[in-house]
């Protein structure tokens, strides 16, 4: 099951990856706008924590 951490504190944890990409990707855009990770930003990041 994917997991995510952001710097700011959010944990993100979904049934798939496709499912932890448009979260964190919701996450960006409303609490840190302007930054932004593609899919594979994300599942690397996910597979390192
Ligand atoms: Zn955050």
């Known amino acids: 099951m994917p997991s995510l ?9 979904t049934e798939t990856d496709d499912e932890l990409v448009e979260q964190v990707q919701e996450h960006l855009a409303e609490a840190h706008p302007g930054r932004t990770y593609s899919r594979d930003d994300i599942l690397m990041l996910a597979a390192m924590s």
């Open 5 to 13: 951490r952001c710097p700011c504190g959010t944990n993100f944890r």
